[in-house]
C-alpha cells in the first residue's frame, strides 16, 4: 500500500491490484477540504463495522450456523485530551437478518464471538462497544 499528496489536504491510497481511492481530511478538522470522499477517520470506523461483518460471516461458517443478512450502523466519538486528538470508542450496531427463529439466539452468540474474534477490534486500546438485534424475517 502506499499513498501520496495529490492536491490540497487530498491524498491517494493505492493497494496492488485494486482502484485508488481518494482521501481527505474530515470536515471538522479543516472546513475547506473537498468533500465526497472518505477521511481516515471515516476509513478507521469503516474498518472496525466492516471487520465485524466479516468476522461474522468466519465464526457462522466454523459454527455451521446460516444468516441472510448483516447491517452495521458504526458510530466513532473523538475526544481531545490535552491538546491531543484521539477516538474515544467506537460504537458497532449490527442487525442480523435469519431465516428461522430457531437460529436467533445462535446468531447472537457467532455475532459476540464476531466482535470478540475481529482482528480490528483486538488492536484498539479504546472501547469497541457491540449492540446486535437479530431479526427473523
Known sequence: MNTESI?????TMRLEGMDEVK??????WWSEAEGGMFSPQTL????SASCLI??????AERMHYDFK???VDAYGEME???GVWKFAKIELNLKVTIDDESMREKIAKA????????PIRNSLSIPSILNYEVIVE
Not at 492536491?7 to 491524498?11: A, E, P, R, T, Y
Open 7 to 11: 492536491g490540497k489536504k487530498v491524498v
Open 23 to 28: 482521501v481527505t481530511s474530515a470536515p471538522d
Open 44 to 47: 478507521f470506523v469503516s474498518a
Open 54 to 59: 466479516l468476522s461474522l460471516y468466519q465464526v
Open 69 to 71: 443478512h448483516a447491517f
Open 80 to 82: 481531545e485530551v490535552d
Open 111 to 118: 455475532a459476540e464471538m464476531a466482535h470478540n474474534f475481529c
